[in-house]
């Protein structure tokens, strides 16, 4: 999308992390059900 494009260095990376918890803060929902 146009928003994530900066036309600088670091432009197309995608950063990858382990994600011990979750939580959905409008809803409250946890884990899996947050995502």
Do not use: P, W
């Not at 994600?19 to 946890?30: A, C, N, P, S």
Request: charged share 30%.
């Amino acid at each position: 999308s146009d928003a994530a494009k900066t036309g600088k260095i670091g432009d197309g990376k995608i950063f990858v992390y382990n994600l011990e918890q979750v939580i959905r803060i409008r809803t409250g929902e946890t884990g899996e059900d947050a995502i």
